[in-house]
């Protein structure tokens, strides 16, 4: 699996939307509009996030994901990390989104899956 993006959370990322940079989903993606993104998370569950495309402050075109109910039940919170993934199946490609925390074991930080 490809890494495609990867981010530690900020406050407007868990209570808005998640932004992921256009160039980071490669180049399926149009240039403005609504679109929808399935992905599978690290236990398997299937999600589909709806997104928009647009421009933000800096020009830098973005993908603003709506994932309320993802944060909701993860548990999802302010400096945890997403990582998204591109996996080839069979019927085509799939993204995976993994959501890691920092924890402290046996005195060093590991990243565990949420």
């Known amino acids: 699996m490809a890494v ?8 407007p990322d868990v209570k808005k939307n998640l932004l992921i940079p256009c160039c980071s989903m490669g180049p399926s993606i149009p240039e403005e509009g609504v679109l929808y993104m399935n992905a599978l998370d690290n236990a ?9 495309v647009h421009h933000d402050e800096t020009t830098v075109t973005v993908v603003s994901v709506c994932w309320d109910e993802f944060v909701r039940e993860k548990g999802i919170r302010a400096n945890d990390k997403v990582v998204l993934k591109e996996k080839s199946m069979a019927e085509g490609t799939i993204f995976v989104v ?10 060093e930080d590991i990243w565990a899956d949420i």
């Not at 398997?44 to 928009?52: D, N």
């Not at 993994?98 to 005195?107: A, D, H, P, T």
Request: with cysteine; proline share 4%; net charge positive.
């Open 4 to 11: 495609m993006f990867s981010k530690l959370l900020t406050e």
């Open 44 to 52: 398997g569950k299937a999600w589909s996030f709806p997104c928009s």
């Open 98 to 107: 993994e959501v890691k925390r920092k924890i402290r074991l046996l005195g």
